[in-house]
């Protein structure tokens, strides 16, 4: 059973040393991130890393991002770091922003599932910074879930799918993106966003000059890059349908006398609710909605809700990009436009 550590300050951090201890040391620790908790596990440890697959249940071939604390840091698990890379490194992070290189052999290959690539990024969050440096390694993390469900946002989603297959599960509160990391791939020219997130397009474009959107997954047969591009991903156990347009309400009110007698759950993007249903608010901005997505589509797992409907009112730009990425996965992309 995982031992629950609260960090609520920097003056917490010294309670971090048990389970930086352990965590270099091969055990696997769950950890805040500004994004969403991570699972982790020592990146040069190739069983430790392999303790990451079997705990989620995620496949083989799915890729792991690299967490390091400090950017000179990338230079032991990189051959050469591009221009650009400094750019991100330097005006970027910490923050919620993953580049992919060419891998150094210094990184065991069951992290980027045999790719000569690797994904690094440094997190914003100061809990999860410190707990690297504590460890003295690099940390390789996806989402503390189990593999298709929603990526956790608290603590206690953690608890909820591994709290006995971690030691640790470091609790540094709500997770203020509430998305996974941007990753872009600078091995190719121009370079090119594999999975949005809480750093957009606009502001890679902005930086580095040309920058190729997101432009979906990998087929089947391709090896991924990164995480998020292959496997359905974020979805709750009840069927789920999002609607987008601009007649949203008169849809989701259509969609419900279709589910009488259902337990019906409805994710608004402000303070409107629905009758005789669950309203769950995310929140009037893409900002809001993003952090609240994962928390509300879990709520609605725990009041074991046979049906899902999202109103989607924003358009596709900036983060709203990596909104709808994540919340089109939950739904398996069953989207409706209400015209």
Do not use: W
Request: aromatic fraction near 6%; glycine fraction near 8%.
């Amino acid at each position: 059973m995982a031992k629950i550590v609260k960090i609520e300050s920097c003056s917490d951090y010294e309670n971090l040393n048990d389970a930086a201890k352990a965590l270099a040391n091969g055990e696997l620790v769950a950890f805040p991130t500004e994004t969403v908790y991570g699972l982790g596990a020592n990146a040069l440890d190739t069983q430790a890393v392999k303790n990451i697959f079997i705990a989620k249940g995620r496949p083989q071939d799915n890729p792991l991002i690299v967490h390091i604390a400090d950017k000179e840091k990338i230079y032991e698990l990189v051959c050469d770091v591009p221009k650009e890379a400094r750019k991100i490194l330097d005006n970027l992070t910490p923050g919620p922003v993953t580049v992919v290189l060419n891998k150094s052999d210094l990184v065991p290959d069951v992290v980027t599932a045999g790719g000569k690539t690797v994904a690094i990024r440094i997190p914003e969050s100061e809990i999860a910074r410190e707990l690297i440096r504590r460890a003295g390694v690099p940390v390789a993390a996806p989402s503390a879930n189990t593999s298709g469900k929603p990526s956790p946002t608290k603590a206690c989603h953690v608890a909820e799918d591994l709290e006995d297959k971690v030691s640790y599960i470091i609790d540094g509160g709500s997770c203020r993106v509430g998305l996974e990391s941007t990753v872009v791939d600078l091995t190719v020219t121009p370079p090119q966003i594999l999975r949005p997130g809480g750093v957009t397009h606009e502001e890679l474009s902005a930086l580095l000059g040309e920058v190729v959107g997101y432009a979906g997954g990998t087929s089947e047969k391709e090896a991924p890059k990164s995480p998020g591009m292959k496997y359905r991903h974020y979805a709750p156990k009840a069927k789920m349908t999002v609607f987008e347009g601009e007649n949203i309400e008169k849809c989701i009110l259509e969609e419900i006398k279709k589910h009488q007698g259902k337990r019906v759950c409805v994710l608004c993007a402000g303070v409107r609710e629905y009758t005789d249903v669950i309203s769950i608010n995310c929140g009037d901005t893409p900002e809001d909605y993003s952090k609240h997505l994962f928390d509300a589509l879990r709520f609605a797992d725990s009041e074991e809700c046979d049906v899902v409907l999202a109103e989607f009112p924003f358009k596709r730009q900036g983060i709203t990009v990596a909104l709808f990425n994540r919340i089109n996965k939950s739904c398996g992309g069953n989207v409706i436009e209400c015209r």
